[in-house]
């Protein structure tokens, strides 16, 4: 955005917006003179820093949105105290307002103009902008996660079904879930989930469902991201430190795609699901060194892989191709081996030994269209006593006969019905 | 007989009405209405800015006047 657009008001916008009724100066300060360094001087570009300049008219959202997550960057603090103590909140705190509090954003920072942390700029000629556009807000912060995740920007990796789909974030993140009406949370999944897949897909649900992979799984083995999100991006040790000149910086070692379910650390009513996609969050034992020693003393308390919600959902993914794509398969599983030495005690509740193995008497689809009768099913899933007779699975694991024939590649084709999910 | 018991059923039916009108109309003209909260009413002054928005709405002006911002390069690396 060219200098001149960030602050270029559209006459014809906004003068529909009950907001040009206010004197300009009445929120910005300055003086409406023409003498332009005269009207700039003590000019608050940022006017809905000040709550009161939003909350004094828009009494029914601006108290809940000042104490929102989005607004207090409360997130950070959780993780960063819970592997902490107290003396160090301080060092903690000012390596916070150094590298992340840029990220605070005001009722302006969405609804008026693109956020400041990300250059800022008008977004409708200065018009109140009620749904603010997912790229030049949500997405601008959102950036190398869920923007890439959502767009398909991830090479090799598709959009998200929901984005194919046309939707836009606000379609699933409510407003009231964005300015945190209703809600004290500590945390992005603290308390109730929001938005949750059943919201809108109620009828496609566990048990009842109709759909075979969810009446098997129900609704508190896997979170729906296990089956329906492909690979992420993970991110490795984040460093912060400043420039000679005192400019913040932060360096992140390396990122990575990657999919791995792994243990629920965040097991609850709102969330019960015993395994969850799990990424690898930028934090390290030394990430704060810059601004004192041993800020983290209690770095093991919470894992380096953290719950997490992909963007990337797909209606078909490699784990749903095949029940051996999960039930054996320790690819897609955070076992030991996958975690680095020095975070395996932080991650250790949440490490999986190996893969669940196949149910009793699992039989290959091909071999149960041949030789096992289609009414075990009960039996088959574990459900009953086993009182049929388990015929013995082929020697080859896709049920060929056990030829001499290399098992192909468990790697799905990338055409819309199945990978993509068309 | 028969028109004394009707006359009787009458008048006690007017009475009954009536008495039930009455107590409507008293019951309204007591009942106190829920109040409603009134919120202040912001009160706007006359636009006088006008000066601001004859620059920040002239194109022109403005790609004459709006100086970029200094870019200062980044010495973050990875995925913020």
Redesign the interface.
Same mark, same amino acid.
Request: with cysteine.
């Given at each position: 955005m060219?200098? %001149?657009e960030?602050? %270029? @008001?559209?006459?014809d916008m906004?003068s529909q917006d009950l907001h +040009?009724? @206010?004197?300009?100066?009445?929120c &910005?300060g300055?003086q409406?003179?023409?003498d332009?360094t005269i009207?700039h001087t003590d000019m608050i570009d940022r006017p809905a820093k000040n709550p009161e300049t939003c909350g004094?008219?828009h !009494?029914d959202v601006t108290p809940a949105s000042l104490n929102s997550l989005h607004s207090t960057l409360a997130g950070y603090d959780t993780v960063l105290y819970a592997r902490s103590v107290p003396e160090n909140h301080p060092a903690l705190e000012e390596a916070e307002a150094n590298h992340c509090n840029s990220c605070h954003t005001t009722c302006g920072d969405c609804h008026i103009s693109q956020p400041y942390s990300v250059?800022g700029g008008l977004l409708d000629g &200065?018009a109140y902008v009620q749904t603010p556009p997912m790229s030049q807000t949500c997405t601008a912060c959102h950036?190398?996660?869920v923007k890439n995740e959502y767009f398909g920007l991830n090479e090799g990796f598709p959009s998200d079904v929901h984005f194919r789909e046309r939707m836009s974030c606000s379609d699933c993140h409510t407003a009231d879930e964005i300015h945190g009406v209703g809600i004290t949370a500590d945390h992005r999944y603290d308390g109730e989930q929001k938005p949750n897949c059943e919201d809108c897909h109620q009828d496609q649900i566990g048990v009842g469902s109709g759909i075979e992979q969810h009446e098997i799984h129900g609704t508190e083995i896997l979170s729906c991201q296990s089956c329906h999100s492909v690979e992420y991006?993970n991110?490795v040790n984040?460093h912060l430190s400043k !420039?000679d000149e005192g !400019?913040p910086?932060?360096?992140?070692? +390396? &990122?990575n795609m990657g999919f791995y379910l792994a243990r629920n650390a965040l097991r609850s009513a709102e969330r019960p699901y015993r395994f969850v996609t799990v990424r690898h969050v930028?934090i390290d034992i030394d990430s704060f060194s810059f601004y004192g020693d041993n800020l983290l003393p209690n770095f093991n308390n919470l894992p380096t892989w953290a719950y997490a919600t992909p963007h990337n959902i797909q209606r078909n993914t490699p784990q749903t191709e095949s029940c051996e794509a999960c039930h054996g398969n320790n690819d897609i599983f955070l076992t030991i081996d996958k975690v680095a030495p020095a975070e395996r005690e932080a991650n250790a509740s949440i490490i999986v030994d190996q893969a669940p193995p196949l149910p009793d008497g699992y039989v290959p689809a091909t071999a149960v269209e041949t030789e096992v009768p289609t009414d075990n099913s009960t039996d088959f899933w574990g459900g009953g006593g086993d009182t049929t007779p388990t015929p013995e699975p082929p020697t080859d694991f896709w049920g060929g006969g056990g030829s001499d024939t290399p098992t192909p590649e468990v790697t799905p084709e990338a055409t819309p019905d199945n990978f993509w999910g068309g | 007989m028969k028109f004394r018991n009707s006359l009787f059923f009458l008048i006690v039916g007017f009475v009954l009405i009536g008495a039930g009108l009455l107590t409507q109309v008293m019951g309204v003209a007591h009942a106190s209405p829920p109040k409603v909260q009134q =919120?202040p009413t912001?009160v706007?002054?006359p636009?006088?800015?006008?000066? /601001? $928005?004859e /620059?920040?709405?002239n =194109?022109e002006a $403005?790609?004459t $006047?709006?100086?970029?911002?200094e870019v200062?390069d980044?010495?973050?690396? #990875?995925? #913020?």
């Open positions: 060219a200098a %001149w960030r602050v %270029w @008001i559209d006459a906004y +040009s009724l @206010i004197n300009c100066t009445q &910005h300055g409406a003179v023409d332009m009207a004094a008219c !009494t250059g &200065h950036g190398s996660r991006t991110c984040c !420039t !400019t910086y932060y360096t992140v070692e +390396s &990122h930028p | =919120q912001p706007v002054p636009f006088t800015d006008i000066a /601001c $928005l /620059c920040h709405t =194109q $403005l790609q $006047l709006a100086v970029e911002k200062v980044s010495h973050s690396e #990875g995925p #913020g």
